[in-house]
């Protein structure tokens, strides 16, 4: 789903284990880069949606294995580098505008796993300190980053300290069915 300014409707999810460090994936052919798992919106699908689609296609998670913490208030977006821009694409993409969401792990980490989807996005994974992503992803996502885990922290410093969050939760509803049947 491509708006008309040509920003590419996507989430993005961070899962932070109990310690409050967060997983890191390293993309396939995609040299020594490393990302959170995102991914773009269906048409007619919400963001919540969205990202449980996404946990389960990229990292193998389903939604009863993670807790839903908080979500980013509004969409965060940033452009792609010119020369990343597939010219010939239409509608015309030139960045994508993301909501992000901040889960907490609630399995064993063992069962994160990469053969979900279609085809496998990452081929290994981390855990890494909540800051450390936004100066180890490539330049372009740099200030998305930072300034979705500025907003999310907060409920970062809740979920660490081991306390509820109660701060932006509207849009959250967890789903009630597992991906597998």
């Keep these: 789903m491509i708006d008309t300014e040509g920003f590419r409707a996507n989430v993005g999810i961070v899962i932070a284990n109990g310690a409050g460090d967060?997983?890191?994936?390293?993309?396939?052919?995609?040299?020594?880069?490393?990302?959170?798992?995102?991914?773009?919106?269906?048409?007619?699908?919400?963001?919540?949606?969205?990202?449980?689609?996404?946990?389960?296609?990229?990292?193998?998670?389903?939604?009863?294995?993670?807790?839903?913490?908080?979500?980013?208030?509004?969409?965060?977006?940033?452009?792609?580098?010119?020369?990343?821009?597939?010219?010939?694409?239409?509608?015309?993409?030139?960045?994508q505008k993301q909501r992000w969401f901040l889960m907490q792990l609630s399995c064993a980490a063992d069962e994160i796993r990469f053969d979900c989807g279609d085809k496998a996005e990452f081929s290994d994974w981390r855990w890494v300190s909540y800051w450390y992503p936004t100066v180890d992803v490539v330049n372009f996502k740099q200030d998305v980053y930072r300034r979705a885990l500025r907003e999310l922290a907060p409920a970062h410093s809740a979920l660490v300290a081991g306390k509820r969050y109660s701060g932006n939760s509207r849009g959250m509803k967890r789903r009630k069915k597992s991906r597998r049947t």
């Design 22 to 95: 967060v997983l890191w994936a390293k993309r396939v052919q995609a040299g020594d880069s490393w990302q959170f798992p995102q991914g773009g919106l269906n048409t007619g699908e919400s963001p919540v949606d969205a990202a449980y689609r996404e946990l389960f296609e990229e990292v193998g998670l389903e939604s009863h294995q993670v807790n839903l913490i908080a979500q980013t208030r509004g969409w965060l977006s940033y452009r792609i580098p010119e020369h990343l821009i597939r010219k010939r694409q239409k509608p015309r993409c030139i960045g």
